[in-house]
């Protein structure tokens, strides 16, 4: 079955660093895009970023734009977010899901999240 | 930006009762709209894509219909288990926006 794991949350300081891991299983990884979606505490869903099935084609959400990096690793079947300058907007759980199709936004598998808080 | 604004954002309803959540798009998406149900402390789980296609294993009391801006969500008959928050998004055009989220609340 598929499984999405997320990886890698924790308390930093605005400013700092962290980069999250999306280990996944149960699919043809080298055949699916990928997202980043996050929720602030009590909050709604924001999409984040996505990575094609190839890493040939990459995209962020604004609020992010210039500060994290979506990457993959097809020999571990892993997505990351590498997150820099972060601030304390960015606290939030933080979901990694495949795409239904290839490159469609249509996320039909979640990851259970992981906890980001930016906090001094 | 696409915005997606939902409504209502809270409804209280009960066991049995026919519930529609309404999802307006800012402009059109064509059929480009999915659905998402989430329960506190998990992650969402698809129900709908593409307007009005039931994601496998979903019950088919769920059924959602619509294009261009206005979509509906219909739970036909609601069980207990559908008290939740249901959230549409776009997938039109990046960003991948979501609307604010509608809490179904029991009566």
């Known amino acids: 079955q598929v499984q999405l794991v997320e990886s890698g949350g924790g308390v930093v300081q605005p400013a700092r660093s962290l980069r999250l891991s999306c280990a996944a299983s149960?699919?043809?990884?080298?055949?699916?895009?990928m997202h980043w979606v996050r929720q602030a505490p009590g909050k709604g869903l924001e999409w984040v970023a996505f990575?094609?099935?190839?890493?040939?084609?990459?995209d962020y959400a604004d609020s992010v734009k210039g500060r994290f990096t979506i990457s993959r690793d097809s020999s571990t079947n892993t997505v990351y977010l590498q997150m820099n300058s972060l601030r304390a907007e960015d606290t939030g759980v933080y979901y990694c899901?495949?795409?239904?199709?290839?490159?469609?936004?249509?996320?039909?598998?979640w990851g259970q999240g992981t906890l980001v808080t930016v906090s001094s | 930006d696409i915005q997606m604004t939902q409504s209502p954002s809270s409804l209280s309803a009960s066991v049995g009762d026919r519930v529609t959540i309404t999802c307006r798009a800012s402009?059109?998406?064509?059929?480009?709209l999915n659905w998402y149900q989430q329960k506190p402390g998990k992650a969402p789980n698809l129900l709908i894509y593409?307007?009005?296609t039931l994601q496998s294993g979903v019950p088919s009391r769920f059924s959602g219909s619509g294009s261009g801006t206005d979509f509906t969500l219909t739970i036909s008959s609601l069980q207990p288990e559908d008290f939740a928050t249901y959230y549409c998004?776009?997938?039109?055009?990046?960003?991948?926006?979501f609307g604010q989220g509608t809490k179904l609340e029991i009566k």
């Open positions: 402009q059109s998406i064509s059929r480009f």
């Open positions: 990575i094609s099935y190839d890493d040939s084609f990459k």
């Open positions: 998004q776009q997938s039109y055009r990046t960003p991948h926006t």
């Open positions: 149960g699919f043809t990884f080298s055949s699916s895009g």
């Open positions: 593409a307007a009005s």
């Open positions: 899901a495949k795409t239904k199709y290839s490159a469609a936004a249509i996320f039909d598998y």
